[in-house]
């Protein structure tokens, strides 16, 4: 198999993925799962994901479709990268075992069927906030919880961050 053609084989469909994490718990292996754009790829964003694997064994990414990044209001010109573009440089990552594109403003479908062991992600969210209208809510969370998973906040890496990386792109 070619080196491309194992990348390609890392972003799948829900059913796929499903079946994926089932052998995996067999296996014994934990599961990590985490969300975003990741649309011009960083040195915050590796080192967020790096940490993120470290919290299990396999690290799943919910990757926001080109429309789901859109409806965010990041920007007219965002994403920059299409959702091809973007998984397909997410999944070179060696840490990361498979990539899923979700659609909707947030990943709850995409939690809710997977139930990770681990959700994850960045310091500006709280683990512990349980209002679903607050900012600092992680999507999720509760659905994690309940079956005995646990919620993580990262810290995030200073100055690096895809919004101010395209404003230096500016200057």
Request: aromatic share 6%; hydrophobic share 40%.
């Amino acid at each position: 198999m070619s080196r491309l053609t194992f990348l390609q084989n890392k972003i799948i469909e829900l059913d796929d993925a499903k079946r994926m994490l089932a052998m995996w718990r067999m296996k014994g292996d934990k599961i990590v799962f985490t969300n975003g754009c990741f649309d011009i790829l960083h040195k915050g964003h590796v080192t967020y994901l790096a940490e993120a694997a470290e919290e299990g064994t396999r690290l799943v990414i919910g990757l926001n479709t080109d429309s789901s990044v859109r409806s965010q209001g990041k920007g007219e010109n965002r994403p920059i990268n299409d959702q091809d573009a973007r998984a397909l440089v997410i999944a070179a990552l060696g840490f990361v075992d498979l990539v899923l594109f979700f659609d909707e403003q947030t990943p709850i479908q995409l939690i809710n069927e997977l139930l990770p062991d681990v959700l994850v992600k960045g310091a500006d969210y709280d683990p512990n906030e349980t209002d679903p209208n607050s900012k600092k809510f992680i999507v999720g969370s509760d659905i994690v919880k309940a079956n005995r998973g646990k919620v993580i906040a990262i810290p995030l890496v200073d100055g690096y961050s895809t919004t101010s990386i395209l404003a230096k792109g500016k200057k």
